[in-house]
Nanobody, 120 residues
Framework: VQLVESGGGLVQPGGSLRLSCAAS?????IGWFRQAPGKEREGVSCINSRGSRTYYEDSVKGRFTISRDNAKNTVYLQMNSLKPEDTAVYYC?????????????????WGQGTQVTVSS
């Protein structure tokens, strides 16, 4: 499976961005992760194949929304009320089974990442 992220950019604090993760074919659970400079990669959100189960890291709950359009093989991450601490490279990743996990090692396929910078 090939994954391609898009939608990153520079936004002011309080602004919004929508990230997209386009897959080359149908996928099971898809997770969004991020990595800030000097920090470890961390899980942000995850969604199962039907969209019936979603998970969010505590710091993004109420601000980020994950969704998917299986007809387009695309998963989205709507990010609102962005903060400077959200600045990072955002990656999407796919698992071979239809359950979400925060363990990076359990994801088989990764995209190349898209930069999100929140700054005034």
């Amino acid at each position: 499976v090939q994954l391609v992220e898009s939608g990153g950019g520079l936004v002011q604090p309080g602004g919004s961005l929508r990230l997209s993760c386009a897959a080359s074919r149908f996928t099971y659970a898809i997770g969004w992760f991020r990595q800030a400079p000097g920090k470890e990669r961390e899980g942000v959100s995850c969604i199962n194949s039907r969209g019936s189960r979603t998970y969010y890291e505590d710091s993004v709950k109420g601000r980020f929304t994950i969704s998917r359009d299986n007809a387009k093989n695309t998963v989205y991450l709507q990010m609102n009320s962005l903060k400077p601490e959200d600045t990072a490279v955002y990656y999407c990743a796919a698992r071979g089974i239809d359950f979400c996990s925060s363990d990076l090692r359990s994801y088989n396929y990764w995209g190349q990442g898209t930069q999100v910078t929140v700054s005034s």
